[in-house]
């Protein structure tokens, strides 16, 4: 592993580190009294500076992401399964929140939707500090495997073209 590996890797362990201490959490949702729970919950993590911003539709949640730049978006599915599935579709392609995991709070768990794009689903009815942490690290784990995949695939696509004659 040559020195630019080292820097990048320690770069990585930094950024993790500093993700699992401090969490930016935008919630969207239009019932207060669940956004509350989720942010009594948030504010009890142990251990963690969580910043949250809180938003009442899709439109008021772009808004608020000119000015904050979350590690994690919860979705209350209150929303609407319209809506909702729009809103995780427009988080999926936004520039800024693109790589960042969706967790979406569910009501019951008969209905699977918003196309796959969601990290993680939370019941309502399960829902608690230790809940809430455990969906944050395994979206935290599986959007760096997705980056991961991301960056291998690339590499290897840009090999094998270069392989082919002709390019």
Do not use: C, W
């Amino acid at each position: 592993m040559n020195f630019i590996d080292q820097v990048a890797v320690l770069q990585n362990l930094s950024k993790m580190k500093a993700l699992l201490e401090e969490m930016n959490v935008l919630m969207i949702g239009n019932n207060p009294l669940e956004l509350t729970r989720v942010f009594n919950y948030l504010k009890n993590l142990p251990e963690k500076r969580v910043i949250t911003e809180i938003a009442f539709d899709l439109k008021s949640g772009l808004q608020r992401l000119s000015k904050f730049s979350p590690n994690f978006i919860i979705l209350d599915d209150n929303l609407g399964r319209r809506e909702l599935t729009h809103a995780v579709g427009s988080l999926s392609h936004f520039k800024k929140t693109k790589d960042v995991p969706v967790t979406v709070l569910k009501n019951s768990n008969y209905h699977e939707a918003f196309g796959g794009l969601a990290m993680n689903y939370i019941l309502k009815e399960n829902l608690s500090e230790e809940s809430l942490q455990a969906a944050f690290r395994s979206s935290l784990i599986s959007a760096r495997a997705q980056l991961y995949l991301k960056k291998v695939y690339r590499k290897r696509k840009g090999q094998l073209m270069r392989l082919l004659p002709g390019n």
